[in-house]
């Protein structure tokens, strides 16, 4: 049970550059996440989809696209990597019941835009 | 939207201490409290939880205390030991998407 997975776990981009990080789940979850990490800034959403075919807005989605064509896979776009955008991104997934969402995340993704 | 506070950023205690690490959010909607822990290289993983309906909760060495008239709650780690040293991170939320606190680097020293 593999759990979140994240492809590739390390990049290093050219400003202008465009990638897609891949995340896949397969505890069947209808949520889906990206978060990024910056050092002092703690965790903060970028995009998220609550089925497939979904997607929304999180607290910091400039710059970011995302889609959901399968259930159990969630892509984050970079079209134009500009170096603030350098960044550990963490997929994650979940299935909210009643008074709890358990969030569970992948190992991360390390991005240098340079 | 929500916005949780975390305190302090850094603690360091010697082994067999305990720790205590607080976290205050804005949203009376909130009702699940989760608290996730992240080893060096890896990505944060859920500890334990509370929900609003829920004052208290422990687990072994790890208790989680909800004061929901104040809007804060707090981990609290008994006895702590070199492998409990990590990074800490507080969430809260209504429902879907979990706000996170910006984390406490926890140091414990043999």
């Known amino acids: 049970n593999a759990g979140v997975t994240q492809t590739p776990k390390f990049r290093v981009l050219k400003t202008g550059q465009s990638m897609t990080l891949l995340c896949a789940q397969d505890?069947?979850?209808?949520?889906m996440y990206w978060y990024r990490q910056d050092p002092g800034m703690g965790l903060r959403l970028i995009h998220y989809s609550v089925g497939e075919g979904t997607t929304a807005k999180g607290e910091v989605p400039d710059g970011y696209n995302v889609s959901r064509l399968k259930k159990q896979n969630f892509l984050l776009g970079l079209e134009s990597a500009a170096p603030s955008q350098t960044s550990v991104y963490f997929c994650?997934?979940?299935?909210?019941?009643?008074?709890?969402?358990?969030?569970?995340f992948g190992e991360g993704s390390w991005l240098t835009v340079v | 939207g929500e916005n949780v506070e975390q305190h302090p950023s850094t603690l360091s205690v010697q082994e067999g201490d305990s720790a205590v690490i607080k976290c205050t959010y804005s949203?009376?909607?909130?009702?699940?409290f989760p608290w996730y822990k992240q080893e060096l290289g890896k990505g944060p993983q859920l500890i334990i939880d509370i929900r609003s309906n829920v004052g208290e909760k422990k687990d072994q060495r790890i208790a989680v205390t909800l004061n929901k008239t104040a809007k804060h709650f707090s981990l609290h780690i008994t006895e702590t030991q070199p492998e409990d040293s990590a990074v800490y991170f507080c969430?809260?939320?209504?429902?879907?998407?979990?706000?996170f606190g910006k984390g406490t680097m926890l140091l414990v020293s043999p």
């Open positions: 505890m069947n979850h209808e949520y």
């Open positions: 994650a997934s979940s299935y909210p019941r009643t008074g709890r969402n358990t969030i569970y």
């Open positions: 969430a809260a939320t209504p429902y879907s998407t979990l706000t």
């Open positions: 949203d009376s909607a909130s009702n699940y």
